[in-house]
Nanobody, 126 residues
């Protein structure tokens, strides 16, 4: 079972990046998927998740309106489109999978997740 996050890099403020999380070793279709991030010296922060039950997406207030999560079950992938990036978005971004479907009541909780990817670094310059 593996989650591979990719797509990070260096971008100027106001720019965009698209992160990808690819699953192998399990069928992503039945898993809720979340994205978290951790900036240097800060705690891990939940930013978004998408349910496997109905495809509903949820966002932290800090990224709402700028980030969009989407899933492609055929490709066993979940994407995080990040627009209007700010220097405070700089962090290592992690994707995680929950054996349950996830919804807004629990997808913020890192303890809900069963598998974690290795992280991809996003750096936003001012």
């Amino acid at each position: 079972v593996q989650l591979q996050a990719s797509g990070g890099g260096l971008v100027q403020a106001g720019g965009s990046l698209r992160l990808a999380c690819v699953a192998s070793g399990f069928t992503m279709t039945y898993f809720g998927i979340g994205w978290f991030r951790q900036a240097p010296g800060k705690e891990r922060e939940w930013i978004s998740c998408i349910s496997s039950r109905d495809g509903r997406s949820y966002y932290a207030d800090s990224v709402k309106g700028r980030f969009t999560i989407a899933r492609d079950n055929v490709k066993s992938s979940v994407y995080l489109q990040m627009n209007s990036l700010k220097p405070e978005d700089t962090a290592v971004y992690y994707c995680a999978a929950d054996k349950g479907p996830l919804d807004g009541s629990d997808c913020w909780d890192p303890d809900e997740y069963d598998y974690w990817g290795q992280g991809t670094l996003v750096t936003v310059s001012s």
